[in-house]
T-cell receptor, first 116, second 109 residues
Framework: NAGVMQNPRHLVRRRGQEARLRCSPMKGHSHVYWYRQLPEEGLKFMVYLQKENIIDESGMPKERFSAEFPKEGPSILRIQQVVRGDSAAYFC??????????????FGPGTRLTVL | KNEVEQSPQNLTAQEGEFITINCSYSVGISALHWLQQHPGGGIVSLFMLSSGKKKHGRLIATINIQEKHSSLHITASHPRDSAVYICAVRGINTDKLIFGTGTRLQVFP
Protein backbone atom coordinates (compact mmCIF):
# COMPACT_ATOMS: atom_id res chain seq x y z
CA ASN A 1 0.00 0.00 0.00
CA ALA A 2 1.92 3.00 -1.27
CA GLY A 3 2.02 6.11 0.83
CA VAL A 4 1.29 9.65 -0.27
CA MET A 5 3.20 10.38 -3.46
CA GLN A 6 4.38 13.80 -4.54
CA ASN A 7 6.14 14.80 -7.71
CA PRO A 8 8.39 16.24 -8.65
CA ARG A 9 10.52 16.02 -5.52
CA HIS A 10 12.56 19.00 -6.66
CA LEU A 11 11.46 21.71 -9.03
CA VAL A 12 13.45 24.67 -10.28
CA ARG A 13 11.70 27.55 -11.98
CA ARG A 14 12.71 31.00 -13.15
CA ARG A 15 10.78 34.04 -12.02
CA GLY A 16 7.59 34.40 -14.01
CA GLN A 17 7.22 30.72 -14.92
CA GLU A 18 4.49 28.40 -13.69
CA ALA A 19 4.98 25.63 -11.14
CA ARG A 20 2.73 22.57 -10.98
CA LEU A 21 3.02 20.31 -7.96
CA ARG A 22 1.25 16.97 -7.91
CA CYS A 23 0.01 14.89 -5.02
CA SER A 24 -1.44 11.39 -5.16
CA PRO A 25 -3.12 10.49 -1.86
CA MET A 26 -2.93 7.11 -0.23
CA LYS A 27 -5.26 4.52 -1.67
CA GLY A 28 -8.72 4.95 -0.25
CA HIS A 29 -8.10 8.52 0.90
CA SER A 30 -10.37 11.19 -0.52
CA HIS A 31 -9.14 14.18 1.48
CA VAL A 32 -6.00 16.14 0.59
CA TYR A 33 -4.26 18.95 2.43
CA TRP A 34 -1.47 21.20 1.14
CA TYR A 35 1.06 22.81 3.48
CA ARG A 36 3.98 25.12 2.83
CA GLN A 37 7.24 25.30 4.74
CA LEU A 38 9.23 28.45 4.01
CA PRO A 39 12.98 28.34 4.71
CA GLU A 40 13.67 28.42 8.45
CA GLU A 41 9.93 28.65 9.20
CA GLY A 42 7.27 26.27 10.40
CA LEU A 43 4.66 24.54 8.32
CA LYS A 44 1.58 26.55 7.35
CA PHE A 45 -1.77 25.27 6.11
CA MET A 46 -2.69 26.30 2.59
CA VAL A 47 -5.76 24.42 1.37
CA TYR A 48 -7.96 21.40 2.08
CA LEU A 49 -9.72 19.58 -0.74
CA GLN A 50 -12.02 16.67 -1.27
CA LYS A 51 -12.58 15.16 -4.67
CA GLU A 52 -13.79 17.97 -6.96
CA ASN A 53 -14.32 20.34 -4.01
CA ILE A 54 -12.28 22.95 -2.20
CA ILE A 55 -13.32 22.74 1.45
CA ASP A 56 -11.03 25.32 3.05
CA GLU A 57 -8.64 27.61 1.19
CA SER A 58 -8.10 30.10 3.99
CA GLY A 59 -4.32 29.63 3.86
CA MET A 60 -3.90 30.19 0.14
CA PRO A 61 -2.35 33.45 -1.05
CA LYS A 62 -5.02 35.52 -2.78
CA GLU A 63 -3.22 35.69 -6.13
CA ARG A 64 -1.27 33.29 -8.36
CA PHE A 65 -2.03 30.17 -6.29
CA SER A 66 -4.74 27.63 -7.10
CA ALA A 67 -5.46 24.03 -6.19
CA GLU A 68 -7.64 21.29 -7.55
CA PHE A 69 -8.42 17.67 -6.83
CA PRO A 70 -10.25 16.24 -9.83
CA LYS A 71 -12.43 13.16 -9.84
CA GLU A 72 -9.63 11.25 -11.55
CA GLY A 73 -5.92 11.84 -11.06
CA PRO A 74 -3.77 13.61 -8.50
CA SER A 75 -4.34 16.84 -6.67
CA ILE A 76 -2.51 19.75 -8.29
CA LEU A 77 -1.14 22.86 -6.61
CA ARG A 78 -0.48 25.46 -9.26
CA ILE A 79 1.60 28.59 -8.80
CA GLN A 80 1.53 31.08 -11.64
CA GLN A 81 4.23 33.68 -12.31
CA VAL A 82 6.47 32.40 -9.53
CA VAL A 83 8.57 34.81 -7.49
CA ARG A 84 11.62 34.13 -5.33
CA GLY A 85 9.45 34.24 -2.20
CA ASP A 86 7.60 31.14 -3.41
CA SER A 87 10.76 29.07 -2.85
CA ALA A 88 9.74 26.58 -0.16
CA ALA A 89 8.95 22.97 0.55
CA TYR A 90 5.36 22.10 -0.29
CA PHE A 91 3.90 19.12 1.52
CA CYS A 92 0.75 17.23 0.77
CA UNK A 93 -1.10 15.08 3.29
CA UNK A 94 -4.10 12.82 2.88
CA UNK A 95 -6.69 11.30 5.17
CA UNK A 96 -9.52 8.85 4.70
CA UNK A 97 -12.15 10.73 6.63
CA UNK A 98 -13.11 14.24 7.49
CA UNK A 99 -12.43 15.84 10.88
CA UNK A 100 -13.48 15.90 13.62
CA UNK A 101 -13.42 12.13 13.48
CA UNK A 102 -10.41 10.16 14.67
CA UNK A 103 -8.60 11.16 11.55
CA UNK A 104 -4.86 10.99 11.03
CA UNK A 105 -3.14 12.78 8.18
CA UNK A 106 -0.36 11.01 6.30
CA PHE A 107 2.30 13.20 4.73
CA GLY A 108 4.04 12.94 1.40
CA PRO A 109 7.80 13.50 0.96
CA GLY A 110 7.31 17.08 -0.23
CA THR A 111 8.26 19.06 -3.31
CA ARG A 112 11.12 21.50 -2.91
CA LEU A 113 10.54 24.47 -5.18
CA THR A 114 13.43 26.77 -5.97
CA VAL A 115 12.77 29.97 -7.89
CA LEU A 116 15.83 31.47 -9.54
CA LYS B 1 2.09 35.04 20.18
CA ASN B 2 1.87 31.80 18.22
CA GLU B 3 -1.14 29.57 18.85
CA VAL B 4 1.23 26.60 19.25
CA GLU B 5 4.46 27.02 21.18
CA GLN B 6 7.16 24.41 21.54
CA SER B 7 10.10 24.22 23.89
CA PRO B 8 12.95 23.94 23.73
CA GLN B 9 13.73 25.15 20.20
CA ASN B 10 16.99 23.22 20.15
CA LEU B 11 18.04 20.24 22.20
CA THR B 12 21.22 18.24 22.32
CA ALA B 13 21.60 14.98 24.20
CA GLN B 14 23.99 12.11 24.72
CA GLU B 15 22.93 8.70 23.51
CA GLY B 16 20.82 6.97 26.13
CA GLU B 17 19.40 10.11 27.72
CA PHE B 18 15.70 10.63 28.39
CA ILE B 19 14.30 13.43 26.21
CA THR B 20 11.25 15.61 26.80
CA ILE B 21 9.82 18.07 24.27
CA ASN B 22 6.94 20.30 25.31
CA CYS B 23 4.04 21.80 23.40
CA SER B 24 1.55 24.39 24.65
CA TYR B 25 -1.40 25.69 22.69
CA SER B 26 -3.90 28.46 23.20
CA VAL B 27 -6.90 27.28 21.17
CA GLY B 28 -9.55 24.64 21.69
CA ILE B 29 -8.57 21.49 19.87
CA SER B 30 -10.05 18.24 18.64
CA ALA B 31 -6.67 16.51 18.30
CA LEU B 32 -2.94 17.05 18.68
CA HIS B 33 -0.30 15.54 16.42
CA TRP B 34 3.38 14.90 16.95
CA LEU B 35 5.39 14.77 13.73
CA GLN B 36 9.01 13.98 12.97
CA GLN B 37 10.93 15.66 10.16
CA HIS B 38 14.32 14.19 9.26
CA PRO B 39 17.19 16.13 7.68
CA GLY B 40 16.08 14.88 4.26
CA GLY B 41 12.86 16.77 4.86
CA GLY B 42 10.22 14.03 4.88
CA ILE B 43 7.54 14.19 7.56
CA VAL B 44 6.38 11.18 9.54
CA SER B 45 3.35 11.20 11.79
CA LEU B 46 4.30 9.82 15.21
CA PHE B 47 1.14 10.24 17.24
CA MET B 48 -2.33 11.67 17.10
CA LEU B 49 -4.03 12.05 20.46
CA SER B 50 -6.96 13.84 22.01
CA SER B 51 -6.59 12.66 25.59
CA GLY B 52 -4.35 10.69 27.91
CA LYS B 53 -1.22 8.97 26.76
CA LYS B 54 0.08 6.92 23.85
CA LYS B 55 3.22 4.82 23.58
CA HIS B 56 5.02 3.46 20.55
CA GLY B 57 8.35 1.79 21.13
CA ARG B 58 10.63 4.28 22.87
CA LEU B 59 8.28 7.18 22.21
CA ILE B 60 5.58 8.34 24.63
CA ALA B 61 3.14 11.20 24.06
CA THR B 62 0.92 12.69 26.72
CA ILE B 63 -1.69 15.41 26.63
CA ASN B 64 -3.44 17.43 29.33
CA ILE B 65 -6.49 19.04 27.76
CA GLN B 66 -7.29 21.22 30.77
CA GLU B 67 -3.78 22.70 30.82
CA LYS B 68 -3.53 22.80 27.00
CA HIS B 69 -0.20 21.06 27.11
CA SER B 70 1.39 18.01 25.54
CA SER B 71 4.77 16.35 25.96
CA LEU B 72 6.73 13.99 23.75
CA HIS B 73 9.20 11.76 25.56
CA ILE B 74 11.96 9.66 24.04
CA THR B 75 13.47 7.00 26.28
CA ALA B 76 17.00 5.67 25.70
CA SER B 77 17.67 8.22 22.95
CA HIS B 78 19.74 7.20 19.95
CA PRO B 79 21.55 9.22 17.25
CA ARG B 80 18.94 8.09 14.73
CA ASP B 81 16.35 10.03 16.77
CA SER B 82 18.06 13.24 15.59
CA ALA B 83 15.38 15.18 13.75
CA VAL B 84 12.98 18.08 14.08
CA TYR B 85 9.92 17.24 16.17
CA ILE B 86 6.80 19.21 15.35
CA CYS B 87 3.65 19.63 17.39
CA ALA B 88 0.46 20.41 15.46
CA VAL B 89 -3.11 20.93 16.64
CA ARG B 90 -6.42 20.61 14.87
CA GLY B 91 -9.01 23.06 16.07
CA ILE B 92 -12.61 22.25 16.83
CA ASN B 93 -14.84 21.99 13.73
CA THR B 94 -11.93 22.59 11.40
CA ASP B 95 -9.78 20.31 9.33
CA LYS B 96 -6.58 22.28 9.11
CA LEU B 97 -3.54 21.83 11.33
CA ILE B 98 -1.75 24.65 13.14
CA PHE B 99 1.93 23.88 13.62
CA GLY B 100 4.53 24.75 16.18
CA THR B 101 7.92 25.88 14.91
CA GLY B 102 9.53 22.59 15.86
CA THR B 103 12.22 21.36 18.22
CA ARG B 104 15.54 20.41 16.66
CA LEU B 105 16.99 17.41 18.49
CA GLN B 106 20.55 16.18 18.08
CA VAL B 107 21.61 13.01 19.85
CA PHE B 108 25.34 12.37 19.97
CA PRO B 109 26.93 8.94 20.40
Amino acid sequence: NAGVMQNPRHLVRRRGQEARLRCSPMKGHSHVYWYRQLPEEGLKFMVYLQKENIIDESGMPKERFSAEFPKEGPSILRIQQVVRGDSAAYFCASSPLRAPSDNEQFFGPGTRLTVL
Amino acid sequence: KNEVEQSPQNLTAQEGEFITINCSYSVGISALHWLQQHPGGGIVSLFMLSSGKKKHGRLIATINIQEKHSSLHITASHPRDSAVYICAVRGINTDKLIFGTGTRLQVFP
